[in-house]
């Protein structure tokens, strides 16, 4: 009886903390390009996509589009990734090709390549 009481006792005084860290967001997700948005009414083809990020590393290609993270080949809300460059992704859907680019704020330089030294 008294292990029983001990348990409900370290439940109880557990739980709140529980229940108060549900509500904590993650602080090493990006960003969602809908936060704090409340979108109703259907989105223009030039704003549809985001490109938050491409990390280009010897033939590693990959980049985050729409949240979503992506590599050459793959699908992103109905669109397939042909090439990840730098500061531009180049995307086809049915209708056509089209380079979705990172804001020229988020555009950074190129990490020194091995053997250039400083």
Same mark, same amino acid.
């Given at each position: 009886?008294?292990? #029983? ?5 370290? %439940?109880?005084?557990? #739980?709140?903390?529980?229940?108060? %860290?549900?509500?904590? $967001? =993650? $602080? ?5 390009? /809908?936060?704090?948005? /409340?979108?109703? @009414? $259907?989105?223009?083809? &030039?704003?549809?996509? /985001? ?7 010897? +033939? =590693?290609?990959?980049?985050?589009? +729409? ?14 990734? #042909?090439?990840?460059? $730098? &500061? ?5 859907? &049915? ?7 990172? @804001?020229? &704020? ?13």
């Amino acid at each position: 009886m008294k292990r #029983l009481l001990i348990w409900v006792g370290l %439940a109880a005084w557990l #739980l709140p903390a529980q229940l108060a %860290a549900t509500g904590l $967001p =993650d $602080p090493t997700r990006p960003p969602s390009r /809908h936060a704090g948005k /409340h979108v109703s @009414s $259907p989105v223009s083809e &030039a704003s549809q996509w /985001h490109l938050t990020m491409t990390r280009i590393s010897g +033939n =590693d290609r990959v980049a985050v589009i +729409n949240d979503r993270l992506v590599s050459v080949g793959g699908r992103v809300d109905g669109a397939r990734v #042909l090439a990840i460059r $730098p &500061a531009a992704v180049l995307l086809e859907k &049915a209708d056509g090709r089209f380079t979705v680019q990172l @804001s020229r &704020a988020s555009v950074k330089r190129p990490s020194a390549v091995e053997g250039e030294g400083r």
